[in-house]
Nanobody
Framework: QVQLVESGGGLVQPGGSLRLSCAAS????????MGWYRQAPGKQRDLVAV???????NYADSVKGRFTISRDNAKNTVYLQMNSLKPEDTAVYYCNAAVRTNWSEERAYWGQGTQVTVSS
């Protein structure tokens, strides 16, 4: 069993910053790509940023230059530093990880989601 536990969400004013964390625990042999997604009510869940085990990153165009994804492989943790936040960033943010739980099995796991609200 694998669990992804997110933290760091909350209410922030436009232009402010938040740092999200997601720690994976359980029967983990290794973590491959990890990422952050977000979803507003009634909207599709969209990719925000991803990072490979080697540290390569990709970002949605809407967050480039403002958000930074990083990871600590020793802690099985991925982070999302969000700066210059805009109201349109308001969403539930979900952590995702490709987890190898057995030598021959890998699957994607999701965190429970954390609310980020950007409002004045």
């Amino acid at each position: 069993q694998v669990q992804l536990v997110e933290s760091g969400g909350g209410l922030v004013q436009p232009g402010g910053s938040l740092r999200l964390s997601c720690a994976a625990s359980g029967r983990i042999l290794s973590l491959n790509v990890m990422g952050w997604y977000r979803q507003a009510p009634g909207k599709q869940r969209d990719l925000v940023a991803v990072i490979t085990s080697g540290g390569s990153t990709n970002y949605a165009d809407s967050v480039k230059g403002r958000f930074t994804i990083s990871r600590d492989n020793a802690k099985n943790t991925v982070y999302l530093q969000m700066n210059s936040l805009k109201p349109e960033d308001t969403a539930v943010y979900y952590c995702n990880a490709a987890v190898r739980t057995n030598w021959s099995e890998e699957r994607a796991y999701w965190g429970q989601g954390t609310q980020v609200t950007v409002s004045s």
